[in-house]
């Protein structure tokens, strides 16, 4: 259609406001796409390494009264929401002599929550002690709590479970029962049970400890967790990708409003010559038609820019990341670039039509000739 | 009154048509009938309706009531396809805004001309912008022309393109006594062979008209031209 290019005369008379839109598009685009891939990024780093990491979901308390050990309600505990299971229990003390050198460890029963905690596999024969793959390799010798020598299995585990049972030894229920015996309970603080408490998900250890600390007086029972600063790491992880999602929500409303504001100015600074082509015939169909095929034509140079301006930067990263992850990384900027630019047409699309179809009503026009 | 010694074509007939603007009556019961080309004056008192009334025929506005047809068709108001399709056969010479003033005279006529769709030779221009005295002002940004020029640019539009219909509102004003003749020079020639209506406080330019109308008659009574 040859009216097509009716405002290919308003881009020449108007180019230092139309370069203006287009800077201020790229911009717009490229905030919002480094504001999504950074989300992206946080997302997939807090959920992977704090809110969905299993090594995190066990808490380990100890609790002290002023009279020594304090007495947990394990039933109580058990029922609290977002408890799958608790071990309580006191540790054993064992000491192994690797290659001549002497290492003091704790030790607990081998059961389904500990051998979660060490992520072990398979059971435990009678009579075995289970001990950090660190030992592996050396030559092992055990002494019990009396410091007497101790003849049992020796097993190792990885210790890539749990982070704060992972330098504990274990021991088959058999041997635990035989070596808890020895234990003088009530002498001092050490002969104090340990509580072990798994989470169902390491989210919900912030919304645990809160609960469970409001169980206590703090002048009477002294509560003491292995896991202390995890659940704000948590709870701050959570709250710092929620901020970041609400700063980018806002950040994206701000600019829209901005780009909005900026293409409403240029809508008015042509006002009088829409006026113009709609006196001389031209329909207000057209008029937004044409005034949008304009300005999406200047922002294609806007979305090759972008791309160009991502590929350097990702063949800047090739050289610093390993190749798998620029592949991802390479896929997933691309593919966000492409919404991004179908967002972004319909976007402008909208707001052309929505502007113009405002400023050449009926009512409008009318308004402005009898004016 | 019916005006038929032009011939028989009907340019335009309006039958009935009123508009309510809120609780005010600015047209009543309105009709007018106009056949074939010539030059005819629509003269009335300011804040009369006069503009009002040519915004309808120009299809800029909707009226409230009453049927209009425009080269024997009906027009429908609501069918903006119809609308669109002959606003483009009427030429609207509307005080300042005829013309895109950050564009020359010669762009502004391009634009027109693909706005119609209707080519213009440059050799016709030359002829029509000379017999204007626009012939020097043809590559002039409006914004520069003087008052005057101004008008003699927009009324160089209507001397190009084919219209059927030619709608004036006050074409004389911002022109001195030499522009003003040579204007009504230019309708004169333009009379033989277009419709003109025209909305005017000017004396002169009554006086060139084959038909005056006085709005004042014709937004009292039906009344049949």
């Keep these: 259609m040859k009216t097509t290019f009716v405002f290919e005369y308003l881009k020449k008379k108007h180019r230092p406001t139309l370069r203006k839109l287009a800077v201020l598009n790229f911009v717009l685009l490229m905030l919002i796409f480094f504001s999504i891939f950074t989300i992206l990024i946080s997302a997939d780093n807090i959920y992977k390494n704090v809110l969905t990491n299993d090594r995190l979901s066990m808490v380990l308390i100890n609790g002290y009264s002023k009279t020594g050990e304090y007495q947990y309600d394990t039933d109580k505990i058990k029922r609290m929401p977002n408890v799958k299971d608790i071990v309580y229990e006191y540790d054993v003390s064992l000491s192994i002599e690797a290659n001549g050198e002497t290492d003091i460890l704790s030790a607990l029963s081998f059961n389904p929550t500990t051998k979660e905690a060490v992520s072990y596999e398979g059971d435990l024969k009678e009579n ?12 092992i010798k055990v002494f019990d709590g009396e410091v007497e020598p101790l003849k049992a299995n020796i097993d190792y585990y990885k210790g890539e479970g749990n982070y704060f049972l992972k330098d504990y030894s274990y021991l088959s229920p058999d041997l635990y029962k035989k070596l808890s015996n020895q234990i003088k309970i009530g002498e001092n603080y050490d002969g104090v049970r340990t509580l072990i408490v798994n989470l169902n998900k390491t989210e919900d250890i912030y919304e645990f400890v809160n609960q469970f600390d409001r169980m206590f007086d703090e002048e009477d029972v002294f509560v003491y967790y292995q896991a202390q600063g995890l659940e704000k790491l948590v709870a701050n992880s959570k709250l710092s990708f929620l901020l970041l999602v609400v700063f980018q929500i806002i950040l994206f409303v701000v600019i829209t409003f901005i780009y909005r504001g900026q293409m409403h100015t240029l809508i008015s600074i042509l006002n009088r010559d829409l006026l113009s082509l709609y006196l001389n015939g031209m329909s207000s169909k057209d008029m937004i038609k044409q005034f949008y095929r304009s300005i999406d034509k200047m922002n294609l140079k806007v979305y090759i820019v972008a791309l160009l301006f991502i590929a350097v930067l990702g063949a800047f990263l090739l050289g610093q990341l390993p190749g798998e992850i620029i592949l991802w990384i390479g896929g997933t900027a691309v593919g966000l670039l492409l919404v991004l630019v179908l967002l972004n047409k319909w976007f402008v699309r909208y707001i052309i039509t929505k502007r113009m179809k405002k400023e050449l009503s009926q009512e409008n026009i009318v308004s402005r000739l009898r004016n | 009154m019916n005006l038929d010694n032009k011939g028989d074509t009907s340019i335009l007939k309006v039958d009935n048509l009123s508009l309510q603007y809120g609780n005010a009556t600015i047209l009543k019961n309105l009709s007018l009938h106009i056949q074939g080309s010539g030059l005819y004056a629509l003269h009335g008192e300011s804040g ?178």
Aim: glycine share 4%; aromatic share 6%; hydrophobic share 40%.
């Design chain 1, 128 to 139: 075995t002690i289970l001990l950090p793959e660190r030992f592996k390799g050396k030559k």
């Design chain 2, 48 to 225: 009369s309706g006069k503009t009002t009334f040519i915004n309808i025929i120009a299809l800029i506005q909707k009226p409230s009531t009453g049927k209009m047809t425009l080269f024997n068709q009906p027009i429908d108001f609501t069918n903006q396809e119809q609308i669109d399709n002959y606003r483009k056969k009427i030429a609207y010479f509307f005080q300042d805004l005829n013309l895109i003033e950050s564009l020359t005279v010669r762009e502004n006529l391009h634009v027109i001309s693909l706005i119609n769709e209707q080519e213009i030779s440059n050799e016709r221009l030359e002829e029509q912008a000379a017999k204007l005295k626009m012939s020097e002002k043809i590559d002039v940004t409006v914004s520069n022309l003087s008052g005057g020029e101004r008008q003699r640019a927009a009324f160089l539009k209507i001397m190009l393109f084919d219209y059927s219909l030619i709608l004036l509102d006050e074409p004389t004003n911002n022109l001195d006594k030499d522009n003003i003749q040579m204007m009504l020079g230019m309708l004169s020639e333009l009379k033989k062979t277009r419709t003109i209506l025209v909305v005017t406080h000017s004396d002169t330019v009554v006086q060139h008209a084959d038909v005056v109308l006085r709005f004042e008659d014709l937004n009292k009574k039906d009344q049949s031209i």
